[in-house]
């Protein structure tokens, strides 16, 4: 296929809700044309959660290295060799971007490179020619934001971007943001050995989780030694002879060698045409239906770049709800609240379903009912020398709308939460189910035993 082809789908914007969609659209018969300006797997790939576990395994590590005499291992911690760990880091990558073309190749995808811009409802220019579409995706993601009067120059003031290239372990940085991408930077740096303050406007560190999750983590931070000033906001950040001096609010101080800003991502939605085929959007984000559908018939949208969570899965489920929609199945709208979230610090956080908060105002508070397993009941996790708990939040006599869990691989259990969630499994019927002993997942079980009225260890 060239430009000249009559695309069932003109997808622009090669990360995770657009390969997706061209996958499976391709996969569904689909003819599919994917316009991607840099490189194939976007940010969740290069910039973002690939990388990012990358180097929170080696500060894993690094810790580990550090503290094997309390298994009885004798090991010495001759520090990070920072050039290793990103060459680890982009073999990792390397393997799965090509595995990445190959597919795409396979699926007998028209794979353009260049930067795209909508010309019309139908149609996107790229590279000098017009591919045309009987629909069209966009899935041009996000990229870091800023705050009024912060220069992130890439070199003291940074952004994810440069710190996933950074060629050296900083001695000391300020985190602005204690959100996902803050505290995973924060977490992996100080593993390397680095001295981390993070900066909070908001009263908890990981703020969109359960209240209860963020003081596990807050407690967890305090004691490897991560300094946090939660609360306060940003004022100004200034130059120092050999650093950077951030100000809060309320006059506070803060100095390092490096200013690492996380403050959320904003969609890439400007000069691309949107606006002038008709796409409704809200403070940049396109604007869209339970189906992905923007107000224009022919246009729909995926991933960042539209106001859901912004998370590659979502991006990855948002992109085969749009193709299988475009090939005639019976598309399903995804229920946000049951997908799984997991900041993949030390201790992880992971969640699914609603915080304890937002059950009690939706059910009412009498009607809420939570549940707490301390992870020192579990005997996986006392091997693995790991603390943490997991929180069930129920709806009285109903099913568990609310699972949160703060501990080491945590992230691994999730997914048997999201079951329980999505199948409005009852606890008693949870605690019919057998959980292998001695595994962390028996955690997930005994919390439903416990809350079953039936608790074993707890
Ligand atoms: P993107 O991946 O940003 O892809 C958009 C693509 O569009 C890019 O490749 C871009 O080059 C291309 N593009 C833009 N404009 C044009 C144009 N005009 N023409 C052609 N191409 C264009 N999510 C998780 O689920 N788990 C994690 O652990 C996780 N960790 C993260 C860590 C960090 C540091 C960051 C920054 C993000 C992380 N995320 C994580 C979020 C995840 O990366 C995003 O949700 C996901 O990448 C969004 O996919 P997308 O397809 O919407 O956008």
Request: charged content about 20%.
């Amino acid at each position: 296929n060239d430009a000249s082809t009559v695309f069932d789908l003109v997808i622009l914007g090669g990360g995770s809700g657009g390969y997706a969609a061209a996958l499976r659209a391709a996969q569904l018969g689909l003819d599919v044309a994917l316009i991607e300006k840099n490189k194939l797997g976007g940010t969740c790939l290069h910039n973002g959660c690939i990388p990012t576990k990358a180097l929170l395994h080696a500060g894993e590590i690094a810790d580990q290295a550090r503290e094997s005499e309390q298994f009885g291992v004798k090991t010495t911690f001759d520090g990070i060799d920072m050039a290793g760990v990103h060459k680890y880091k982009d073999d990792v990558i390397a393997g799965l971007y090509k595995g990445l073309q190959g597919l795409v190749a396979s699926r007998k995808i028209t794979y353009v490179t260049g930067e795209g811009r909508v010309s019309s409802p139908t149609t996107v220019d790229v590279n000098g020619e017009r591919y045309t579409g009987r629909h069209l995706l966009l899935a041009t993601g996000s990229v870091p934001k800023s705050l009024p009067g912060l220069n992130i120059d890439g070199d003291r003031i940074i952004s994810s971007d440069h710190a996933l290239v950074l060629d050296r372990v900083p001695k000391s940085a300020i985190v602005l943001g204690g959100g996902v991408i803050g505290v995973e930077f924060a977490s992996a740096w100080k593993s390397f050995g680095a001295d981390i303050t993070i900066i909070e406007g908001l009263p908890h560190l990981a703020p969109l989780e359960d209240e209860n999750s963020s003081k596990i983590l807050e407690r967890a931070f305090r004691k490897r030694g991560i300094k946090f000033n939660l609360g306060t906001f940003f004022q100004k950040a200034e130059y120092t002879a050999d650093g950077v001096k951030v100000t809060l609010a309320d006059g506070k101080e803060f100095e390092a060698e490096l200013l690492l800003v996380a403050v959320g991502r904003g969609p890439v939605s400007q000069g691309l045409g949107y606006e002038e085929a008709g796409v409704a959007l809200d403070r940049g984000y396109v604007l869209v239906d339970e189906y992905m559908q923007t107000n224009v018939p022919t246009i729909s949208a995926v991933g960042d770049l539209v106001p859901t969570l912004q998370l590659a899965h979502v991006g990855f489920a948002e992109g085969i709800l749009v193709a299988e929609r475009l090939a005639g199945l019976k598309a399903v709208p995804i229920d946000y609240d049951g997908v799984p979230r997991v900041t993949y610090c030390h201790p992880e956080v992971a969640s699914v379903g609603i915080t304890e908060a937002k059950a009690k105002e939706l059910y009412g508070a009498d009607k809420v009912v939570t549940l707490k397993y301390n992870l020192a009941g579990n005997g996986k996790s006392k091997i693995l020398k790991t603390a943490g708990e997991i929180k069930l939040v129920q709806v009285r006599d109903g099913a568990v709308v609310g699972v949160h869990m703060v501990g080491d691989r945590m992230g691994e259990q999730v997914g048997e939460a999201q079951l329980i969630y999505n199948w409005e499994a009852l606890p008693a019927e949870v605690a019919q189910l057998i959980h292998a002993h001695p595994t962390q997942s028996e955690a997930l079980g005994e919390a439903h035993l416990a809350l079953a009225g039936k608790p074993l260890h707890s």
